[in-house]
């Protein structure tokens, strides 16, 4: 079926902004999954997409996916180039990014096995982890594990997946969620302060991971992760401190775009 999107939309700008690990770039096209769904989407015109799946399952589930309802370009008409050259900059390097609507537990178990590696790295342990556990939904392909797949899993079988020390802190979140130790959907109606403090209560979980979380995870766009080239750029290109206030409540989408233009650029 063929959508038309006349907002910001760029697979492969949002296939490498960092926040999507299962978002792959395939033939003319890129190949997506969440949980125990796929979808292949290409552009086929100036606005046009083609995605591989029912009006149904559009309008049931890659529609929220993919964020259609919020609008991007208004949120980066909100940067001054005069006040913020740079933020400008990178907003329109990164025009076509979105902040997808992914699920809490898919998101917090990727963040944790993210720490201290790089993106084909993760990836290539998500892969791994999603064919021990996941379900095969289509030839060749699996869906992201339940918590309570994980959960079953040894130690051994973890440390397979190329996890490093991040074993132990995957199975004790999925633990915690097969035993309903905590509910990571009735945390939804935490504020942000509770929020966070719930998941920095989580073993291996540090304020970065917590981070990104409450934005890929939670889909609450003020949420700022910090990592090396964040970092990086607020200490080089922000010495007088970074206007959060003025960016409120999408600080998240200003996170995104410095990201994706300090990375790709090396700046």
């Known amino acids: 079926m063929k959508v038309t999107i006349k907002d910001d939309f760029d697979l492969q700008k949002i296939a490498d902004s960092g926040q999507c690990f299962r978002f792959n770039k395939e033939g003319d096209g890129y190949s997506v999954f969440s949980l125990d769904k796929h979808v292949f989407v290409k552009q086929v015109g100036e606005c046009e997409y083609e995605f591989d ?20 370009r208004q949120i980066r ?17 990164g ?16 963040f944790i096995i993210s720490q201290r590696k790089n993106i084909p790295a993760i990836k290539a342990s998500i892969e791994k982890l999603c064919r021990l556990a996941g379900k095969e939904i289509g030839k060749d392909k699996f869906s992201f594990p339940r918590a ?26 999925a633990e915690a ?15 942000d302060k509770g929020l966070m403090d719930n998941l920095l209560g989580l073993y291996g979980v540090g304020v970065k991971v917590a981070n990104c979380e409450i934005l890929f995870g939670y889909h609450r766009l003020d949420a700022f ?12 290109r ?17 996170q995104q775009y410095l990201f994706f233009y300090s990375r790709n650029e090396n700046l």
């Open 148 to 173: 309570e797949d994980i959960a079953a899993l040894s130690l051994e079988e973890l440390s397979g997946c190329s996890l490093g020390y991040r074993d132990k802190y995957v199975l004790r979140a």
């Open 177 to 191: 969620v097969a035993h309903k130790d905590i509910d990571l959907f009735e945390w939804e109606k935490c504020d």
């Open 225 to 236: 992760p910090r990592d090396v080239w964040i970092n990086r750029v607020l200490e080089n």
């Open 53 to 72: 799946c029912t009006q149904k399952e559009f309008d049931d589930f890659w529609y929220s996916y993919f964020d259609i309802d919020t609008d991007y």
């Open 77 to 93: 008409g909100r940067i001054d180039p005069k006040k913020d050259p740079y933020l400008f900059k990178a907003s329109i390097y």
């Open 238 to 254: 922000y010495q007088k401190g970074f206007d959060f206030e003025r960016y409120a409540p999408y600080n998240g989408v200003m």
């Open 95 to 110: 025009e076509g990014i979105r902040i997808l609507r992914q699920d809490p537990f898919e998101m917090l178990i990727s």
